[in-house]
């Protein structure tokens, strides 16, 4: 395991300490939230948490968790989930938050808002003073029009990238496109910027995840740190 998947692991074990057996359990997307699902196997096949069931915030997240043996309900069969436990590209010191390098914004924060508790796992690369400086803004269009979101974002001051693999254009579990969005300098004011985002038609959600958040696990070299709301 290289450096920095250890210190995922170690996250994502701390952050398990916040379940408890028959939870219903809010399962992010990405790299960090595969060590979850292992910590997660692990306890069950030691005869722990029979009770839990998982709620998948991706099809990577449902493939991994079914290979694992983990139990999983849909949003709507279960739609009061006790506590989501996600990864992040982005973490201020207000634990506001960039999601979606992932591609699973949207489903993340569905998930999230029916989440009496959201536990973000990180390594300390994430921690930034402003949102914008490290990762891209992802921003989740739906394909009818995709090209005149452009001029929209730059309005906005981003400047904006189609998210494409292999040539083609990512496609999201839910179908849409993804607009991976720098700002010079970072974002100045995230509440604004979601606010005019979230208005515009075609445009599905951004991975600004603002008061959200009640708990950060932070690993990095000189151990695990936790910042709470
Ligand atoms: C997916 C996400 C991920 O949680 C985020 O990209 C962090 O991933 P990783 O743990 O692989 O760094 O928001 O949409």
Same mark, same amino acid.
């Given at each position: 395991?290289?450096?920095?998947?250890?210190?995922k692991?170690?996250?994502?074990?701390?952050?398990?300490?916040?379940?408890?057996?028959g939870?219903?359990?809010g399962l992010?997307?990405g790299s960090t939230v595969?060590?979850?699902?292992d910590v997660?196997?692990e306890r069950?096949?030691a005869?722990?948490?029979a009770g839990?069931?998982?709620v998948?915030?991706?099809e990577?997240?449902?493939?991994?968790?079914?290979?694992?043996?983990i139990?999983?309900?849909?949003?709507d069969e279960?739609p009061?989930v006790?506590?989501?436990?996600d990864?992040?590209d982005?973490?201020?010191p207000?634990l506001?938050l960039i999601?979606?390098?992932g591609a699973a914004?949207?489903?993340?924060k569905i998930?999230?808002?029916?989440?009496?508790?959201?536990?973000?796992?990180?390594d300390d690369t994430?921690?930034?003073?402003?949102l914008?400086? $490290?990762a891209?803004? #992802? +921003?989740e269009? %739906?394909?009818? /029009?995709?090209?005149?979101?452009?001029? !929209?974002?730059? =309005?906005l001051?981003?400047?904006p990238?189609?998210?494409? $693999?292999d040539?083609? #254009? +990512?496609?999201? %579990?839910?179908? /849409?496109?993804?607009y991976?969005?720098? !700002?010079?300098? =970072?974002?100045?004011?995230?509440?604004?910027l979601?606010?005019?985002?979230?208005?515009?038609p075609?445009i599905l959600?951004?991975g600004?995840?603002?008061?959200?958040?009640?708990?950060v696990?932070i690993?990095?070299?000189d151990?695990v740190s936790?910042?709470t709301?």
């Open positions: 395991m290289t450096d920095t998947e250890a210190l692991r170690r996250a994502a074990e701390r952050a398990a300490e916040w379940i408890r057996d939870m219903t359990v992010g997307t595969r060590h979850l699902l997660i196997a069950r096949a005869g722990e948490w839990i069931v998982g998948p915030t991706s990577d997240t449902t493939a991994r968790a079914r290979r694992l043996g139990p999983l309900a849909t949003l279960r009061r006790d506590l989501t436990i990864g992040a982005e973490v201020d207000q506001r999601k979606g390098l914004l949207l489903r993340e998930v999230a808002a029916a989440s009496a508790e959201l536990v973000i796992v990180a994430k921690v930034v003073q402003r914008g400086t $490290r891209p803004l #992802p +921003v269009v %739906d394909p009818f /029009g995709a090209a005149i979101q452009v001029d !929209f974002l730059r =309005g001051g981003a400047e990238v189609l998210r494409e $693999r040539g083609a #254009p +990512v496609v999201t %579990d839910g179908g /849409g496109r993804i991976d969005c720098r !700002f010079a300098g =970072g974002i100045a004011d995230p509440e604004a979601e606010r005019a985002l979230l208005m515009r075609g959600e951004c600004l995840f603002l008061g959200m958040a009640t708990a696990v690993a990095g070299a151990g936790v910042r709301r």
